[in-house]
């Protein structure tokens, strides 16, 4: 089991840019898969981004793609979420989850089994 705890979230106009955080604890962060989902007001869970355990591995929503990317540093047990080009429809809550497998594309809910307690966005028009 690992502990996941996002920050970095908050309140940008449109075309500004965010990076959210997302850090592990109680296991070896290099371990695990790590993806990012959101969650938007009355919408479903949707992906939006995943990496690898070694970090050379990256994975986008047709979304997202060219505006967000996705980095970690193993070191500091920790994935980033670079956004830019934000959009009002962005806005979400923002979950970072681990998986101990090899990553599966298209990812689903339950390829993770932990998951954070999420972090809120909000792109202004």
């Known amino acids: 089991q690992v502990q996941l705890i996002e920050s970095g979230g908050g309140l940008v106009q449109a075309g500004g840019s965010l990076r959210l955080s997302c850090k592990a604890s109680?296991?070896?962060?290099?371990?695990?898969?790590i993806g990012w989902f959101r969650q938007a007001p009355g919408k479903e869970r949707d992906f939006v981004a995943a990496?690898?355990?070694?970090?050379?591995?990256?994975y986008y929503a047709d979304s997202v793609k060219g505006r967000i990317a996705i980095s970690r540093d193993n070191a500091k047990n920790t994935v980033y979420l670079e956004m830019n080009s934000l959009k009002p429809e962005d806005t979400a809550v923002y979950f970072c989850?681990?998986?101990?497998?090899?990553?599966?594309?298209?990812?689903?809910?339950?390829?993770?089994?932990?998951w954070g307690q999420g972090t809120q966005v909000t792109v202004s028009s």
């Open positions: 109680g296991r070896t962060f290099s371990g695990y898969v």
């Open positions: 990496i690898s355990r070694s970090g050379d591995g990256t």
């Open positions: 989850a681990a998986r101990s497998g090899d990553y599966i594309h298209p990812p689903t809910l339950a390829d993770f089994e932990s």
